[in-house]
T-cell receptor
Framework: AQKVTQAQTEISVVEKEDVTLDCVYETRDTTYYLFWYKQPPSGELVFLIR??????QNEISGRYSWNFQKSTSSFNFTITASQVVDSAVYFC???????????????FGQGTRLTINP | ETGVTQSPTHLIKTRGQQVTLRCSSQSGHNTVSWYQQALGQGPQFIFQ???????GRGNFPPRFSGLQFPNYSSELNVNALELDDSALYLCASTLGAGGPMNEQFFGPGTRLTVL
């Protein structure tokens, strides 16, 4: 069975601090995909990044960076120099490539509520 | 904005009633997935429709059903509503089924309250 765990329920930091959101996943598949989504108060899930299980290269995009470590089944997300607009709930999700076998479903963690205080 | 729209925005129903939620997918997307997000939880997969047929289902009872139309818009129907059905219902569209390399684009959701 697939499972995603986000142990941090809530994080609160002061603006300009760096913050890391943790994600640990479980899967028996050798091919899988990992995602991070952001959910602002409006409710719409906003796609941030996708990584496949064969690509452990870490990525930096502006103030965002991701650390994928297959050995520890972790896919952590860091915001540097945080801003008030980064306040949202962040979800880590896992998906399998089922090809013709059926739907691609996303398995989400419980989310981390991030509050950036001015 | 993702181009995925959902209606209505909010809905209040009483236990035992039936409800229909609607989703218009992003232009050109032929696959629609539905998720239920209870308060304080992550979204849970309900089912997916690809080319007007159900293409996979999560752990939800048969009173959760759906439809997809030729224009790829979709409906989620819930019969015999229970209090625990109160949640945000999210619709996501994507191009093609079974390929997670294709990003899912989410709508703003419908907030359902069952009293």
């Amino acid at each position: 069975a697939q499972k995603v765990t986000q142990a941090q329920t809530e994080i609160s930091v002061v603006e300009k601090e760096d913050v890391t959101l943790d994600c640990v996943y479980e899967t028996r598949d050798t091919t899988y995909y990992l995602f991070w989504y952001k959910q602002p108060p409006s409710g719409e899930l906003v796609f941030l990044i996708r990584r496949n299980s064969f690509d452990e290269q870490n990525e930096i995009s502006g103030r965002y960076s991701w650390n994928f470590q297959k050995s520890t089944s972790s896919f952590n997300f860091t915001i540097t120099a945080s801003q008030v607009v980064d306040s949202a709930v962040y979800f880590c999700a896992l998906s399998q490539n089922r090809g013709d076998q059926g739907a691609q479903k996303l398995v989400f963690g419980q989310g981390t509520r991030l509050t950036i205080n001015p | 904005e993702t181009g995925v729209t959902q209606s209505p925005t909010h809905l209040i129903k009483t236990r035992g009633q039936q409800v229909t939620l609607r989703c218009s997918s992003q232009s050109g997307h032929n696959t629609v997935s539905w998720y239920q997000q209870a308060l304080g939880q992550g979204p849970q997969f309900i089912f997916q429709y690809y080319r007007e047929e159900e293409n996979g289902r999560g752990n939800f009872p048969p009173r959760f059903s759906g439809l997809q139309f030729p224009n790829y818009s979709s409906e989620l129907n819930v019969n015999a509503l229970e209090l625990d059905d109160s949640a945000l219902y999210l619709c996501a569209s994507t191009l093609g089924a079974g390929g997670p390399m294709n990003e899912q684009f989410f709508g703003p959701g419908t907030r359902l309250t069952v009293l």
